[in-house]
């Protein structure tokens, strides 16, 4: 094993936690070293080729994991500079302002978080400048308190435009999404395409954590990215309360690099499997784990993709993700509890259709999915699930991942997808079509490593470093105690910022 590395700080990960903790701290000049399992994502035509990325799956992981019954299965998940950012639709939303509290659903309490609204917001301003969020302050009657947008909402294209005419017309108040998106219609920038949510831009032009943050981050010659950079392992001091070093897997080796401070940042599924594979006679259950919460109390949202389809109208918009419902957010026509949010989705291409299509009736030929999809329009449809200590990241014996996820406030999700079928009814569509991911659904993955005040409940202080070792902060989606139903991005983002403040507070004094 080859040693001798040493750094102040350690980052793992370089997706919405560790790409923006890595920019958030390139200007200190403590000597940083970035780690990141794989490899910049190229610039190529198939970046926007669906058959590329949704029948060859070209940027997604080989990594198998298994569920709860033993069945092995892809996740829904990538590796790579930028991580799921690169990937991701670019809806970055905040938090409701109640999201932060206790709150009652059907099938139980959405816990409080240990900060309140107000304690992230500046956070969020920052978020929203550094990633270039659009947006409509006031628009939107769920938005907690906040001022304008760092720049202005994308228009809605002319039919997208013409069926929020229609929503208003049903009562409803639909709203911009707020989007990252890098300079719309501008030289060089967004050419507001149909192929980005779920696809990497060829122009480097959505606001993800690659091109914001660690492109940047890299200008700073105290900076270091290693690619190709598996962190399998993180080893304490004799104490077990104090991290000495990483050991990495990079070009066939195996490293083991020092540092002050570790920031773990491998998204919900890896930080918890990092932790578990760091057991040691110190901490025998797992690094960081005196609690036993480390991998549990995993959340992913209810998520259901929707489509309204009608044969004798062709769907001519392109860039068609700009519109949110949230008027069942805190509570439905029926129901005193919340339901979720409602938005509309990236246009589907018949690729991706069939791609689902195959696994129910396999041979309907591409034309007539793509003949299907010229004419429906597309939606997500997102409620918020509960953490339960079942519902958790395991190591099986070989060190890969079994994830036990057992979907719950079921019934709400359901009633939100009822109502949107009657929605999109009432707009005139003749069918309305579902499909969801169901209990393999990783892409909104969450709160594995949960923060909170009291070590016997939480892993994670409010700084979200480890309750048991003291140089160990884990920054990504880990630490969400409830899982909202918004999408979950800034908020990670916000966190790290906060936290890269903490840390050079504490950490990086004379
Ligand atoms: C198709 C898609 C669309 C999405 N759309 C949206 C959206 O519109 N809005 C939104 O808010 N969210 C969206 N998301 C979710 C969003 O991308 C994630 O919530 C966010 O990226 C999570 O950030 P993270 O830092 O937790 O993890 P990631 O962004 O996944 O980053 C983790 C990083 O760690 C690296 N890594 C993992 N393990 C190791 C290891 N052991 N050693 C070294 N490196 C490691 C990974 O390669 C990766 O780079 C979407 C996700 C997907 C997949
Ligand atoms: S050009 Fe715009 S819409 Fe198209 S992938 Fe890039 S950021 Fe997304």
Same mark, same amino acid.
């Given at each position: 094993?080859?040693?001798? #590395?040493?750094?102040?700080?350690?980052?793992?990960?370089?997706?919405?936690?560790?790409?923006?903790?890595?920019?958030?701290?390139?200007g200190?000049?403590?000597?940083?070293?970035?780690?990141?399992?794989?490899?910049?994502?190229?610039?190529?035509?198939?970046?926007?080729?669906?058959?590329?990325?949704?029948k060859?799956?070209?940027?997604?992981?080989?990594?198998?994991?298994?569920?709860?019954?033993?069945?092995?299965f892809? $996740?829904?998940? #990538?590796?790579?500079? &930028?991580?799921?950012?690169?990937?991701?639709?670019?809806?970055?939303y905040? %938090?409701?302002?109640?999201?932060?509290?206790?709150?009652?659903h059907?099938?139980?309490v959405?816990?409080?978080?240990p900060?309140?609204?107000?304690?992230?917001a500046?956070?969020? =301003?920052?978020?929203?400048q %550094?990633?270039?969020? *659009?947006? =409509?302050?006031?628009?939107? $009657?769920?938005?907690? +308190?906040?001022?304008?947008?760092p720049?202005?909402?994308?228009?809605?294209?002319?039919?997208?435009?013409?069926?929020?005419?229609?929503? *208003? *017309?049903?009562g409803?108040?639909?709203?911009?999404? $707020?989007?990252?998106l /890098?300079?719309?219609?501008g030289?060089g920038g967004?050419?507001l395409?149909?192929?980005?949510?779920?696809?990497?831009?060829?122009?480097?032009?959505?606001?993800?954590?690659?091109?914001?943050?660690?492109?940047?981050a890299?200008? #700073?010659?105290?900076?270091?990215?290693?690619?190709?950079?598996?962190a399998?392992?993180l080893?304490?001091?004799?104490?077990?309360?104090?991290?000495a070093?990483?050991?990495?897997?990079?070009?066939?080796?195996?490293?083991?690099?020092?540092?002050?401070?570790?920031?773990?940042?491998?998204?919900a599924?890896?930080?918890?499997?990092?932790?578990?594979?760091?057991a040691?006679d110190a901490?025998?259950?797992? %690094?960081?784990?005196?609690? &036993?919460?480390?991998?549990r109390?995993?959340?992913?949202?209810?998520?259901?993709?929707?489509?309204?389809?009608?044969?004798?109208?062709?769907? =001519?918009?392109?860039?068609?993700?700009?519109?949110?419902?949230?008027?069942y957010?805190?509570?439905?026509p029926?129901?005193?509890?919340? /339901?979720?949010?409602?938005?509309?989705q990236?246009?589907?291409?018949?690729?991706?259709?069939?791609?689902?299509?195959?696994?129910?009736?396999?041979?309907?030929?591409?034309?007539?999915?793509?003949?299907?999809?010229s004419? &429906?329009v597309?939606?997500?449809?997102?409620?918020?699930?509960? +953490?339960?200590?079942?519902?958790?990241?395991m190591? =099986?014996?070989?060190?890969?991942?079994?994830?036990?996820?057992?979907?719950?406030?079921?019934?709400?999700?359901?009633?939100?997808?009822?109502?949107? *079928?009657?929605?999109?009814?009432?707009?005139?569509?003749?069918?309305?079509?579902?499909?969801? #991911?169901?209990?393999?659904n990783?892409?909104?993955?969450?709160?594995?490593?949960?923060f909170?005040?009291?070590?016997?409940?939480?892993?994670l202080?409010?700084?979200?470093?480890?309750?048991?070792?003291?140089n %160990?902060?884990?920054?990504?989606?880990?630490?969400?105690?409830?899982?909202?139903?918004?999408?979950?991005?800034?908020? @990670?983002?916000a966190?790290?910022?906060?936290?890269?403040?903490? @840390?050079?507070d504490?950490?990086?004094?004379?």
């Amino acid at each position: 094993m080859s040693t001798g #590395h040493h750094y102040d700080i350690v980052i793992v990960g370089t997706g919405a936690g560790g790409g923006t903790m890595m920019h958030a701290l390139a200007g200190t000049g403590a000597r940083i070293l970035v780690l990141e399992r794989g490899e910049v994502v190229p610039s190529e035509d198939d970046n926007w080729s669906p058959a590329a990325v949704w029948k060859d799956l070209r940027y997604r992981t080989t990594e198998r994991w298994t569920d709860q019954h033993g069945q092995s299965f892809q $996740p829904y998940t #990538h590796y790579g500079v &930028g991580g799921n950012t690169k990937f991701w639709g670019s809806v970055l939303y905040r %938090l409701r302002r109640e999201d932060f509290g206790a709150l009652e659903h059907a099938e139980g309490v959405s816990p409080a978080w240990p900060i309140d609204y107000e304690t992230l917001a500046p956070y969020y =301003d920052r978020a929203e400048q %550094l990633y270039g969020v *659009r947006g =409509d302050a006031g628009a939107d $009657p769920t938005e907690p +308190p906040r001022g304008p947008f760092p720049h202005p909402a994308v228009p809605h294209a002319a039919g997208m435009q013409a069926i929020v005419d229609d929503l *208003r *017309r049903q009562g409803l108040t639909p709203s911009p999404l $707020p989007l990252g998106l /890098l300079n719309p219609g501008g030289d060089g920038g967004c050419v507001l395409c149909n192929t980005c949510n779920s696809f990497p831009c060829k122009l480097g032009a959505k606001s993800d954590a690659d091109v914001c943050c660690v492109r940047p981050a890299l200008q #700073h010659p105290n900076v270091t990215l290693w690619t190709g950079a598996w962190a399998r392992r993180l080893i304490t001091d004799g104490s077990g309360r104090h991290l000495a070093a990483v050991e990495v897997e990079r070009g066939g080796e195996v490293l083991r690099v020092g540092a002050r401070v570790f920031v773990v940042s491998c998204g919900a599924a890896n930080s918890a499997a990092l932790l578990l594979r760091s057991a040691s006679d110190a901490q025998p259950e797992g %690094l960081a784990n005196s609690s &036993g919460l480390v991998g549990r109390r995993y959340m992913a949202h209810l998520a259901t993709m929707m489509q309204g389809f009608h044969p004798f109208r062709r769907n =001519d918009t392109v860039f068609q993700k700009t519109v949110a419902i949230n008027d069942y957010y805190f509570r439905g026509p029926n129901s005193r509890f919340p /339901l979720g949010h409602i938005q509309s989705q990236g246009r589907t291409h018949g690729v991706m259709a069939k791609v689902v299509g195959d696994t129910i009736i396999p041979g309907i030929p591409l034309g007539a999915y793509d003949a299907w999809v010229s004419r &429906g329009v597309d939606w997500l449809v997102m409620s918020e699930d509960l +953490p339960t200590p079942e519902n958790r990241v395991m190591l =099986d014996a070989h060190g890969r991942i079994r994830l036990h996820y057992q979907p719950n406030n079921v019934s709400a999700h359901q009633q939100l997808v009822s109502e949107t *079928r009657r929605i999109l009814r009432r707009l005139g569509f003749w069918k309305v079509m579902s499909h969801s #991911h169901q209990a393999r659904n990783t892409t909104h993955q969450c709160g594995t490593l949960c923060f909170g005040t009291d070590p016997a409940t939480s892993v994670l202080d409010p700084f979200c470093r480890a309750h048991d070792v003291e140089n %160990l902060f884990v920054v990504d989606a880990s630490f969400f105690p409830s899982s909202a139903a918004v999408n979950p991005a800034l908020t @990670i983002v916000a966190q790290a910022l906060r936290v890269a403040d903490h @840390i050079i507070d504490t950490e990086l004094g004379a």
